[in-house]
């Protein structure tokens, strides 16, 4: 979007992909909006706003419609946010990462801490709901050092924080550089472990619940947005590389948009902007639903699991996690405890393990 002409390119684009789904499924309720991914807050306020307005003349809404943008701590980027609340976004999230400048510019960050108070301060003149993205386990960064850095992120008073753990996982950049020695000094798992209780331990204490593995909020503060990821219910996914699940005719489906902009536009200009689209079946369903649900602090419904994978979980395999403490069961709903959620990963896979003998 590197000029008026080619956001108006853009907007039609994105306006044309509203359309073509409204009239796939008509008789739903937008009840948020996301605009996430790269770097949205570089479009023009006004092509934001086009965004939001199109969407709502297009499916019923719901009265407290939730709209996040992702944004940059940038002082140019900063400065558009009047324009943005005015335009109808109510939700803002900032892509902070650290509150020391050594760090960020290990973390490949061009922002510095000033420009992020800065943003903050703009932030809260403007919009009352506000999320802050944060990494910890960073390099050279011990336990004391994160819950110093943690009780300053506390202090700034924001109803969202986005605490992420530092991984290191195949075809991310942070994973090219570790090849390469470029990230040295990391925490070790037990180091990792231990900031994961101390995050747990200064947000609860702080009044932030961790409604999610990664995600600390304020009472009736959850991103409603995400949650409908973590519930394994409906999106659409718009613009380049956007994910999407939805349901038409009984059938579940996930769609994936060309990743290439130039390409997506393209082919949302021929046509439609998706890659592919693939009917889910059922094992797939359930295996996507235990890999959200189990995400959050209410965890997985047994009998939903039960219905879309055509099987219920061992009440061996339940029994033994649950005597390593790494699940919790309540009613129908299974959901990981401390101790699980650092091996999530694990746990998920033995929930998913086929297995013979008496279920629930």
Known sequence: MRSQISQRRWLKAYL??????????????????????????????DIVGSIIEHAKGKWTTADNIEVTLEANPGSVEAGRFSAYASDGVNRI?????????????????????????????????????????????????????????????????????????????????????????????????????????????????????????????????????????????????????????????????????HSMPEKWLRQVEAGSGYSRVDKLSSSEQACEYLLMTMRTASGADLEKYAGLSGERISLSTLKNLRELDLIDIKGNRVFATRKGQLVLNSVILELLKKNNGAAM
Not at 227 to 233: A, H, I, S
Request: glycine share 10%; proline share 4%.
């Open 16 to 45: 044309s992909e509203i359309d073509r789904l409204a009239y796939q499924m008509p008789k739903r309720v937008l009840n948020t909006v996301f605009f996430g991914g790269g770097t949205p807050s570089l479009m023009d306020p």
């Open 93 to 257: 999230s900032l892509g902070i990462q650290a509150l020391r400048d050594a760090d960020l510019r290990r973390l490949g960050r061009i922002h510095s801490v000033e420009d992020s108070f800065l943003a903050i301060g703009m932030a809260k003149k403007f919009f009352g709901r506000i999320n802050l993205d944060f990494i910890y386990a960073r390099q050279n960064q011990s336990t004391e050092e994160w819950r110093r850095e943690l009780g300053e992120i506390v202090s700034i008073g924001t109803d969202h924080l986005s605490l992420y753990q530092l991984t290191i996982e195949p075809g991310t950049p942070f994973w090219k550089r570790h090849q390469i020695g470029k990230l040295e000094n990391l925490p070790n798992d037990d180091q990792g472990a231990t900031m994961f209780d101390v995050t747990r331990e200064l947000c609860d204490s702080a009044g932030y619940s961790a409604y999610e593995i990664s995600n600390h909020a304020m009472p009736e503060s959850e991103c409603r947005h995400n949650l409908v990821y973590w519930r394994y219910l409906d999106y659409i996914g718009i613009g380049p590389g956007a994910h999407g699940r939805i349901t038409l005719d009984g059938n579940r489906y996930g769609t994936e948009s």
